[in-house]
């Protein structure tokens, strides 16, 4: 079975601070990653997706994400937070089987003024 | 084009009671998926429908069903409800084969008393 980790379910950071959500996936075979935003009261919004053209990906709002082999990481950063940041984040997992993705349990990001 | 659209987007109902919950895709997508959404068990997946056949389909019991039209837009039914099924039902929309892009919509909050 698939499986995928978020460490940390609530990380708090300063405006202007760095952020930093990990995400640590098991698949046998390489997936398809993907990080997604939720605000309350919303469905799920993409901020990016790991397609294997580059380890490195870039996606909205500044956010970017690593993906790393030989960790099984897809860790999420952004250089700079923002007050509009603050949301719950979830790592997602595609296997080549279908549309069905995994889902970690999620990070509550809070940004403090 | 327009997003994913579901409707209602809020329900209460009675335990005992059944509900149907309606997603319309993306214009041009033809795979459907539903993830429910609750506090303890995170984002779970309940099936997924590609022209109009189920093709994967989570560990969820028998209660909960679906089914895909022919223009894509997608039904979920859940008969006999439990206090257990309050959950937000998010639907996600892609345009075709594995590995691709989820578009989720905002989401149907239902409420089971």
Same mark, same amino acid.
């Given at each position: 079975?698939?499986? %995928?980790?978020?460490?940390?379910?609530?990380?708090?950071?300063?405006?202007?601070?760095? %952020? /930093?959500?990990?995400?640590?996936?098991?698949?046998s075979?390489?997936?398809?990653?993907?990080?997604? %935003?939720?605000?309350?009261?919303?469905?799920?919004?993409? *901020?990016? #997706?790991?397609?294997?053209?580059? $380890? /490195?990906? #870039?996606?909205?709002?500044?956010?970017?994400?690593?993906?790393? #082999?030989?960790?099984?990481?897809?860790?999420?950063?952004?250089?700079?937070?923002?007050?509009?940041?603050?949301?719950?984040y979830?790592?997602?997992? @595609?296997?080549?089987? !279908?549309?069905?993705?995994?889902?970690?349990?999620? $990070? @509550?990001l809070?940004?403090?003024? | +084009?327009?997003?994913?659209?579901?409707?209602?987007?809020?329900?209460? +109902?009675?335990?005992?009671q059944?509900? $149907?919950?309606?997603?319309?895709?993306?214009? !041009?997508?033809?795979?459907?998926?539903?993830?429910?959404?609750?506090?303890?068990?995170?984002l779970? =997946?309940? =099936?997924?429908?590609?022209?109009?056949?189920?093709?994967? #389909?989570?560990? =969820?019991?028998?209660r909960?069903?679906?089914?895909?039209?022919?223009?894509?837009?997608?039904?979920?039914?859940?008969?006999?409800?439990?206090?257990?099924?309050?959950? /937000?039902?998010?639907?996600?929309?892609?345009?075709?084969?594995?590995?691709? $892009?989820?578009?989720f919509?905002?989401?149907?909050?239902? /409420?089971? *008393?």
């Amino acid at each position: 079975a698939q499986s %995928v980790t978020q460490l940390g379910s609530h990380v708090s950071v300063s405006e202007g601070a760095l %952020v /930093l959500l990990r995400c640590n996936y098991s698949s046998s075979v390489p997936p398809y990653l993907f990080w997604y %935003v939720q605000y309350p009261n919303q469905g799920l919004q993409l *901020l990016l #997706k790991y397609t294997s053209a580059a $380890t /490195l990906v #870039k996606g909205i709002n500044g956010f970017e994400a690593e993906f790393k #082999k030989s960790e099984t990481s897809f860790h999420l950063t952004k250089p700079s937070a923002h007050m509009r940041d603050a949301a719950e984040y979830f790592c997602a997992v @595609s296997l080549n089987q !279908g549309n069905q993705f995994y889902f970690g349990t999620g $990070t @509550s990001l809070t940004v403090i003024p | +084009k327009a997003g994913v659209t579901q409707t209602p987007r809020y329900l209460i +109902k009675t335990r005992g009671q059944q509900v $149907t919950l309606s997603c319309s895709p993306i214009s !041009g997508h033809r795979s459907v998926s539903w993830y429910q959404q609750t506090p303890g068990q995170g984002l779970q =997946f309940l =099936f997924e429908y590609f022209s109009e056949t189920q093709r994967n #389909k989570g560990n =969820f019991p028998g209660r909960f069903s679906g089914r895909q039209f022919s223009n894509s837009r997608s039904e979920m039914n859940v008969s006999t409800l439990e206090l257990g099924d309050s959950a /937000l039902y998010l639907c996600a929309s892609s345009p075709r084969s594995s590995g691709e $892009t989820q578009y989720f919509g905002p989401g149907t909050r239902l /409420l089971v *008393l």
